[in-house]
């Protein structure tokens, strides 16, 4: 018998029925699960008490609605694992180095394939292959930068890859070249997803079965019961259908299909079929019901789309992947077919662009109950806040970024100038504006943990510096509304109108916290522990320190 038709009540410690009851927020000192929903709250829980299953003491804590991931990438994630540890590195040395030690330990490997390096360690974001040939010799090596939209590989890799010096740059990416026009080792946009696809082998199936199962038990381990993995391709299906078949999902995963802008014509009937197998498994924690669009790159490398040019580069606005008119139509066309849209979008033009394109399908198709999302919404012309509000579009932001540390301070600021800094992370802005803001990660971008990304939402800084001046302070929104993007907003991204509060008759999804994050120091919020977790009222985490 399934737990979840079991009663669980919840007793002495601080229920946040609906993070975002303002003034009149609902909470509780009680709460009871039954039949995987809410049953009673307060003293109708309490009165259960003596026909519960399970009675837990929530010691003071919290327990609040299920933690969601707006934007995630679990199967990278989860594989970075296998490669070298150079996210861990603190300068260019000790990327070199972690490679030096897997390769030490995997004397036989074929192939070295890491993740994810810190860009800011090499001027420009430029990284050459010779850096690595010092460690890895004639073993083809590639390492992902952390914004997943690089890759740096050594003379070995372009070797197998067949780049040189008159290799021409493929359609929608970069190949970074010496003054010499010999490639330099750092690959930009479709030159590196290019190369990762056709020439480096992929891992075997049982490898990343178990990263998915290790990322999905992560997620489960910081009270989260939703994720959006916001890039799958044809073989990520099959695995996510296997790690279903397996019960190996720890956590809900919706998948969204990548469209390619040279063939999403095609891929039209092929998502549909996608989508179908996934339905027709009839799986709780897997659906299938959205299409990503990457519109632009990443500030960063000078590939978001911008609407005036990079201030350091003026001939330059960026490497758009879509014209707006084949954009317009490919969204039409998949919006018809029923699908959520889920468009990558960094800069400004990129941001407008898919604002248009959605706007558009509306007027294109008809009318329905639709919950598109626009992801990242890094750079957003202020004159464009409002259409997010107008057109019932969702604004997923990943809230970690909205601080102004090395990257901001060395990379994109300077790409942008100072008259832009102002326009990136409008929270506040979006938010006023009565749009739904939704909140991810963009793991392995960044941390997958929500509760430092969490704190930044609530001051524009670092929690690891209190006393730090808040970044755009005039974007920074209360706790309450933070936590509402983690949960009531990302109900409505997910297409589950049941999720997202505790209110009686609602999907018991919780998450159980050692402090209540709406009531103490936002800096301290990244310290709260999650001491269990519960999807449909199954328990998916419980802390090894905790007795029932």
């Known amino acids: 018998m399934s737990e979840a038709s079991h009663v669980t009540v919840f007793v002495n410690g601080t229920v946040v029925v609906d993070p975002m009851g303002g003034a009149h927020r ?6 009871a699960f039954r039949s995987g929903r809410v049953a009673a709250i307060g003293e109708d829980a309490r009165a259960l008490t003596a026909e519960a299953t399970t009675v837990i003491d929530l010691a003071g804590g919290a327990l609040v609605p299920g933690i969601g991931d707006g934007h995630a990438h679990p199967v990278l994630g989860g594989v970075e694992a296998l490669g070298p540890q150079v996210r861990q590195a603190a300068d260019l040395a000790g990327i070199v180095s972690a490679v030096a030690a897997w390769k030490a330990e995997n004397p036989d490997a074929e192939w070295i394939v890491g993740a994810s390096y810190d860009a800011t360690f090499s001027e420009g974001g430029l990284f050459d292959a010779r850096w690595l040939d010092e460690v890895t010799g004639s073993t083809p090596t590639i390492l992902r930068a952390w914004d997943y939209h690089t890759a ?3 003379s070995a890799a372009l070797a197998a890859g067949g780049i040189t010096a008159d290799t021409p740059d493929p359609e929608l990416g970069r190949i970074v070249r010496r003054a010499d026009g010999a490639p330099l080792g750092t690959l930009q ?8 696809a056709d020439v480096v082998p992929p891992f075997a199936l049982d490898q ?4 998915l199962e290790r990322a999905t038990r992560g997620y489960a381990e910081q009270g989260t019961t939703w994720i959006q993995d916001a890039w799958v391709e044809p073989a990520d299906l099959e695995l996510y259908l296997e790690a279903a078949q397996q019960e190996r999902l720890h956590t809900r995963v919706n998948l969204a299909f990548r469209a390619d802008p040279a063939r999403w014509r095609e891929q039209v ?5 996608n989508r179908n197998r996934v339905r027709s498994l009839d799986h709780p924690r897997l659906s299938g019901e959205t299409v990503k669009l990457f519109l632009d790159g990443v ?16 001939d330059d606005r ?6 707006d008119a084949e954009l317009a139509e490919a969204v039409r066309a998949f919006d018809a077919e029923g699908f959520q849209l889920h468009l990558h979008a960094i800069g400004d033009a990129a941001n407008r662009s898919a604002l248009d394109a959605l706007a558009h399908a509306r007027a294109t198709n008809p009318a329905r109950e639709r919950a598109d999302v626009i992801a990242h919404v890094a750079l957003l012309d202020p004159a464009d806040v409002q259409r997010f509000a107008e057109l019932g579009v969702i604004a997923n932001f990943e809230p970690y970024w909205a601080q102004c540390d090395a990257v901001m301070r060395d990379l994109t600021i300077p790409h942008l100038g100072h008259s832009r800094e102002g326009w990136q992370y409008l929270i506040g802005s979006v938010h006023r504006s009565g749009a739904t803001v939704t909140f991810g990660s963009d793991w392995p971008v960044t941390t997958r943990d929500w509760r430092p990304a969490l704190s930044t939402a609530i001051t524009r800084h670092s929690h690891t510096e209190p006393d730090a001046d808040a970044w755009l302070p005039e974007e920074r929104i209360s706790a309450a509304a933070a936590l509402g993007a983690y949960t009531t907003g990302i109900a409505r991204q997910a297409l589950a ?13 919780a998450a159980w916290l050692s402090a209540d994050p709406l009531t103490i120091a936002p800096e301290a919020i990244a310290e709260i522990v999650v001491n269990g977790t519960w999807l449909a009222g199954d328990t998916t985490f419980l802390s090894t320190s905790i007795t029932t």
Do not use: K
């Not at 009937?269 to 079929?273: D, I, K, Q, S, Y």
């Not at 109108?497 to 999804?509: C, S």
């Open 26 to 31: 609902a909470t509780s000192d009680a709460i």
């Open 318 to 323: 960026g490497l758009p992947n879509w014209s």
């Open 152 to 154: 740096w590989v050594n």
């Open 189 to 196: 946009e479709a030159a590196a997803n290019d190369f990762i």
């Open 497 to 509: 109108n049941d999720r997202g509060t505790l209110e009686v008759g609602r999907v018991a999804d």
């Open 299 to 314: 500030i960063e490398s000078h590939t978001a789309a911008l609407i005036e040019p990079y201030a350091d580069r003026p």
């Open 269 to 273: 009937a092929e998502f549909v079929t």
């Open 208 to 211: 990343r079965l178990e990263a």
